[in-house]
């Protein structure tokens, strides 16, 4: 879509008003065929010929062409409408090989494969198939749940658009769009009424896209999830001044006082026989997004009375504290040692706080991820557990 003379990235508005003119220009034209297309055939084909085994079933504009329009042309016209099925069903493949990629992976619930175009075409290529199959090409089996999908789709599009301006204008600019809202729900309801059987397929669809999203994740939850990690000016200077080995003491921090680190510290001197050589830090991950599959790791360091602190944000506590830890190793050329304490929760409580929220049972979560990351035992950093 071609925009204007002074369009930029952030504010295309030229291309956003072109395309208001191209999506209004599809709508007259569809309007003016839908209408005069229903009128025709209403009044042209006998009311018997649209049921069930009847000649214009499914096929009353095709019907009319071979009956007006003799062999030639009518051919012809099947072969427009063959055409214009398949560009539609380009065009929706074209939708998913760019929408997938994008989201689905990022989220964890597809696979890695799922980013490259090929394999993702023989994938849907072969649902079509199955479909098709499942269905015996029939044209009336798939009728109900196509109607119900494109008519969902276009009713959540409105209604996105509605509470959209109803947010920034408020009632006064979008009484309009709240009434063709409205007309979309009630044409999407009456469908489902009349035909339900395209609901169930729907939900059946949307069901098997859950559980197969919900399998990924639960499959990939131990892969080391952080793309890089980043340390800011003041955490390096920590890591540089670093004197033998490096010992992190993973803490969630509640008040940030001096008080609560040196509490910190001496529970675990306790627990877990942390000793006294070495370099001491705390290491701080806040879960900024658990439904973030991946993420980038921006450490920073601060300063807190005699202690020193490395802060974070991440998709997954276990995922940030060991691709952390690897950092520091290959930075340093030391193995470094992190102090966690066991979680109070049962292991399935435990395992569904890691793969809904981000944290569950930390140590030996982290201690997983870095077993699978580095299998070699002599380079793997060493994850101590007390309490």
């Given at each position: 879509m071609r925009g204007g003379p002074g369009d930029?990235?952030?504010?295309?508005?030229?291309?956003?008003?072109?395309?208001?003119?191209?999506?209004?220009?599809?709508?007259?034209?569809?309007?003016?065929?839908?209408?005069?297309?229903?009128?025709?055939?209403?009044?042209?084909?006998?009311?018997?010929?649209?049921?069930?085994?009847?000649?214009?079933n499914g096929r009353a504009l095709a019907y009319l062409a071979h009956a007006y329009l003799g062999p030639g042309l009518a051919s012809l016209y099947d072969l427009s409408t063959i055409l214009i099925l398949w560009f539609a069903g380009a065009s929706a493949m074209a939708g998913l090989l760019n929408l997938v990629p994008r989201y689905l992976p990022r989220y964890g619930m597809a696979p890695e494969w799922t980013r490259i175009p090929r394999p993702l075409v023989l994938f849907?290529?072969?649902?079509?198939?199955?479909?098709?199959?499942?269905?015996?090409?029939?044209?009336?089996?798939?009728?109900?749940?196509?109607?119900?999908?494109?008519?969902?789709?276009?009713?959540?599009?409105?209604?996105?658009v509605f509470l959209t301006l109803l947010r920034r204008k408020g009632w006064g600019g979008t009484v309009g769009f709240g009434l063709i809202s409205l007309i979309f729900v009630y044409t999407w309801a009456m469908n489902v009424h009349e035909r339900p059987t395209?609901?169930?397929?729907?939900?059946?669809?949307?069901?098997?896209?859950?559980?197969?999203?919900?399998?990924?994740?639960?499959?990939?939850?131990?892969?080391?999830?952080?793309?890089?990690?980043?340390?800011?000016?003041?955490?390096?200077?920590?890591?540089?001044?670093?004197?033998?080995?490096?010992?992190l003491i993973a803490h969630h921090r509640e008040r940030g006082s001096v008080f609560e680190y040196s509490q910190k510290e001496q529970e675990m001197r306790l627990e877990t026989h942390l000793p006294g050589q070495g370099t001491l830090l705390f290491l701080e991950v806040a879960v900024l997004d658990p439904s973030e599959f991946s993420s980038r790791v921006r450490v920073i360091g601060v300063?807190?009375?005699?202690?020193?602190?490395?802060?974070?944000?991440?998709?997954?506590?276990?995922?940030?504290?060991?691709?952390?830890?690897?950092?520091?190793?290959?930075?340093?050329?030391?193995?470094?040692?992190?102090?966690?304490?066991?979680?109070?929760?049962?292991?399935?409580?435990?395992?569904?706080?890691?793969?809904?929220?981000?944290?569950?049972?930390?140590?030996?979560?982290?201690?997983?991820?870095?077993?699978?990351?580095?299998?070699?035992?002599?380079?793997?950093?060493?994850?101590?557990?007390?309490?």
């Open positions: 930029t990235e952030a504010q295309p508005w030229g291309r956003v008003h072109n395309t208001r003119k191209l999506l209004l220009s599809a709508a007259l034209i569809m309007s003016v065929f839908l209408l005069s297309s229903s009128l025709v055939t209403t009044l042209l084909i006998p009311s018997g010929e649209f049921q069930p085994g009847g000649a214009a849907f290529t072969t649902v079509a198939f199955a479909i098709t199959l499942l269905f015996r090409a029939d044209v009336d089996a798939q009728g109900a749940a196509y109607a119900t999908g494109v008519l969902a789709l276009m009713t959540s599009a409105s209604l996105a395209g609901l169930w397929i729907a939900l059946l669809f949307i069901a098997a896209v859950l559980v197969v999203s919900l399998v990924s994740r639960v499959l990939r939850a131990f892969e080391l999830r952080v793309v890089e990690v980043e340390l800011d000016e003041e955490a390096r200077r920590f890591i540089a001044q670093a004197q033998g080995e490096l010992r300063q807190v009375g005699p202690y020193r602190v490395l802060r974070t944000q991440s998709a997954s506590v276990p995922n940030a504290i060991a691709a952390i830890l690897l950092y520091l190793r290959d930075q340093t050329g030391q193995r470094p040692h992190v102090y966690l304490e066991w979680g109070d929760l049962g292991p399935f409580q435990q395992a569904l706080r890691f793969l809904f929220w981000g944290e569950g049972d930390i140590a030996s979560l982290t201690h997983e991820i870095l077993r699978r990351a580095e299998p070699d035992p002599r380079r793997r950093p060493v994850v101590h557990v007390g309490g």
